[in-house]
């Protein structure tokens, strides 16, 4: 990691995981009313900013093909340039560890960090909530992790109330398949009608309402499911496509991890209830 100064710092870009996932109801422009339970990881893809002194947006590293334009770093860092009337611009590096379209928000988390981290370089002095108001036009899953506590989140996610969590640790399992969340969202089949929570969620039966549809229109889900299932119960995250298992130690979960048939890829990290990036950038002065 490069030296955390005022002018050139890294931040991590953490992973989350919808711990059950709710949908109530499909809004008239199409966005999904949900209930959902996030937390985040001690994971995720790392990003470098440099400040520089010409107004330009730089994006280096594991940019996996995605046209600069529709870089969600770019996007973000475009947004907030814009928005407060920013001359000065940056060079972001990123070094991707999250897979895509893996249903652990590996692109709002992008945005999310670099929001935060371009907040600071610039001196925005905008506040979460502005931050969150600007990262919402990027993606539902963006507010979350501007927030930066594990929540409970309703509207179409952007609504959080901090939750505080038990620290677990988590196998992650990627099935190799890239799902597309419009996809899902937009799916005939998908389960919507779940009625809204009453009294205290913990006391309820908890799902994702995305898992039987996407199951059924991608089988490598339903066997990682599956093969999860005979070591603890198992959950899919988001839209899919990453499924996972909770454990109450690192033991358990790497014991776990190192029986994963090799045509899948997958990982272990602890939840933490306070977003990793907001950690490391408040060390920073
Ligand atoms: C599935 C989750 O990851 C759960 O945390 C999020 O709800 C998705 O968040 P995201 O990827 O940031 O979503 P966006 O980039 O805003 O939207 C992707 C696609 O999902 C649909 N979408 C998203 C969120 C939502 N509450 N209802 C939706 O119907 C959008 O219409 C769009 O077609
Ligand atoms: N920096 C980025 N990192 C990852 N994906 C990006 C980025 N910028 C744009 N994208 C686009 O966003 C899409 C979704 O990416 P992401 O990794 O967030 O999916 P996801 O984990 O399924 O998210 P979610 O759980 O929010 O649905 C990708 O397929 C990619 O085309």
């Not at 422009?29 to 959902?36: A, I, S």
């Not at 973000?76 to 009337?85: D, M, S």
Request: a neutral charge; hydrophobic letters at 40%; proline letters at 4%.
């Amino acid at each position: 990691m490069t030296k955390q100064t005022m002018t050139s710092f890294s931040l991590l870009a953490p992973a989350k995981l919808n711990l059950f996932l709710h949908i109530n109801g499909r809004r008239e422009d199409g966005y999904h009313e949900l209930e959902t339970l996030f937390t985040f990881l001690n994971y995720g893809d790392e990003l470098t900013f440099t400040l520089t002194n010409t107004a330009s947006i730089e994006v280096t590293g594991d940019t996996q093909g995605i046209p600069l334009n529709d870089n969600l770093i770019y996007k973000a860092a475009i947004l907030l340039q814009n928005h407060c009337q920013i001359s000065f611009g940056v060079k972001i590096n990123l070094i991707k560890i999250l897979p895509m379209g893996g249903g652990v928000g590996g692109g709002s988390s992008d945005a999310a960090s670099t929001l935060l981290a371009l907040n600071k370089l610039w001196k925005c002095h905008l506040s979460l909530d502005e931050l969150a108001q600007l990262g919402i036009k990027l993606g539902a899953d963006v507010p979350v992790f501007i927030n930066g506590r594990s929540a409970l989140a309703q509207g179409i996610g952007e609504k959080l109330v901090d939750v505080e969590l038990e620290k677990k640790w988590f196998c992650v399992v990627h099935p190799n398949e890239h799902i597309s969340t419009a996809k899902i969202f937009t799916h005939p089949d998908l389960k919507r009608d779940t009625p809204k929570l009453k009294g205290d969620w913990q006391q309820q039966t908890l799902r994702n309402d995305c898992e039987s549809l996407v199951k059924k229109l991608c089988p490598e889900v339903e066997k990682t499911l599956q093969w999860l299932l005979k070591y603890a119960p198992s959950k899919m995250t988001g839209t899919g496509s990453c499924c996972f298992a909770e454990f109450a130690t690192q033991k358990e979960a790497q014991l776990v991890l190192e029986n994963l048939p090799n045509t899948w890829s997958g990982f272990i990290a602890s939840s933490v209830n306070i977003s990793p990036a907001h950690t490391q950038l408040n060390a920073i002065h």
